[in-house]
């Protein structure tokens, strides 16, 4: 099969090609596992904290992936929950102890990082971590909801807010797109305020029924019950605190921040940021039942990912787009290069 191999920690800046097209056979199946014939998976912004190091992968190489979207090809034994053809997902979480706090406990297995992923035509996992997918949803369409979008369904959870609540949504890629039209919803009278680096992300977060879009640290009209925050950056936990009313929570949906501008955390100042029981959490993982149920909401719906399709040879290129902001919505490969769009 034809898959996309990391084999060394790299910095994209240095290398802008740190995946490699490979050659190796398919994988097999063990008994309660099934074989999934890849159509479709997400890049996600976790896959550059992976190549360049901020959540390394404990072997190399590895097949990065953890938005798969395909076609059960093949089952082990023992396996009751799925049948040859059915279509599935795999979301970050390929195995874990199967409790209430899966994504807390060490038995966590991260999909693409600890185990081979869908950056290739086929793989491997076990049944419990393989879901059914809406018909309403294509292949495309489907991708990102395994990851961005059944991540951003359990931040918007934590961060608690209740109908007619302001939420504030800083960076507006794969996840903050998705999170807007859960968030009209599920909470119609909310407002929704989206803080993005560029003027393609404002409009786009406009285009989609945002209250106010502005820069990354830009005053808002009002202040904020809550903002989820899925920048790699420092920087917008300062702002996103700031523009808090008092008792409201900033949620900060990423695996890793960088480096580049961790300083900036020495300017916080107690009075501004964290008074008046302000309060921050971080979003670790998801778990089994994350996403089973965002699906089934997501379906209800509908809705509708923004998505832009590359060829699996070209995933270099889409991880590239996804680092400097030149995404609208979220960039997926395609094993099919017939079905490419706006790519």
């Not at 039209?181 to 929704?192: D, F, G, I, N, T």
């Not at 202040?223 to 936990?237: H, N």
């Not at 916080?268 to 302000?278: D, G, R, S, T, V």
Request: overall charge negative; hydrophobic content about 45%; aromatic content about 6%.
């Amino acid at each position: 099969m034809r898959a996309m191999h990391l084999k060394q920690i790299a910095h994209l800046t240095a290398n802008n090609a740190p995946l490699q097209l490979v050659e190796i056979p398919a994988p097999t199946v063990n008994e309660g596992e099934v074989l999934i014939r890849i159509a479709a998976c997400g890049v996600c912004h976790t896959e550059l904290d992976e190549i360049e190091g901020r959540t390394p992968p404990a072997t190399l190489p590895i097949i990065p992936g953890h938005e798969v979207i395909g076609y059960i090809e093949q089952i082990g034994t023992n396996v009751t929950m799925h049948k040859v053809g059915d279509r599935v997902g795999v979301g970050w979480i390929f195995t874990a102890d199967g409790s209430e706090f899966e994504n807390l406990g060490n038995s966590f297995v991260a999909t693409g990082r600890d185990a081979n992923g869908g950056y290739a035509e086929f793989m491997v996992v076990g049944q419990n971590y393989a879901y059914s997918i809406p018909k309403v949803f294509s292949d495309a369409e489907a991708a990102p909801l395994l990851c961005a979008g059944a991540v951003g369904y359990r931040a918007l959870r934590l961060a608690g807010i209740k109908d007619g609540d302001a939420l504030g949504l800083t960076g507006f890629g794969g996840s903050g797109h998705l999170v807007m039209q859960l968030a009209r919803h599920l909470y119609p009278q909310s407002e929704v305020f989206v803080f993005a680096r560029s003027s393609t992300e404002q409009d786009f977060a406009l285009d989609l029924g945002a209250a106010w879009a502005g820069d990354i640290e830009a005053k808002p009209p009002q202040q904020l019950r809550a903002v989820i925050d899925t920048t790699p950056a420092w920087k917008p936990v300062l702002a996103s605190l700031r523009n808090l009313e008092p008792g409201g929570r900033l949620v900060i949906n990423a695996i890793r921040k960088e480096s580049a501008d961790r300083a900036v955390m020495a300017e916080i100042n107690y009075a501004e940021h964290l008074w008046m029981e302000k309060e921050l959490k971080s979003v670790a993982n998801v778990t089994g039942d994350d996403i089973r149920e965002f699906l089934r909401v997501a379906a209800e719906i509908p809705l509708r990912p923004t998505v832009r399709t590359y060829p699996l040879e070209r995933a270099n290129e889409a991880l590239g787009n996804l680092r400097e902001g030149h995404i609208r919505g979220a960039n997926v490969l395609l094993m099919n290069s017939k079905h490419l769009k706006n790519a």
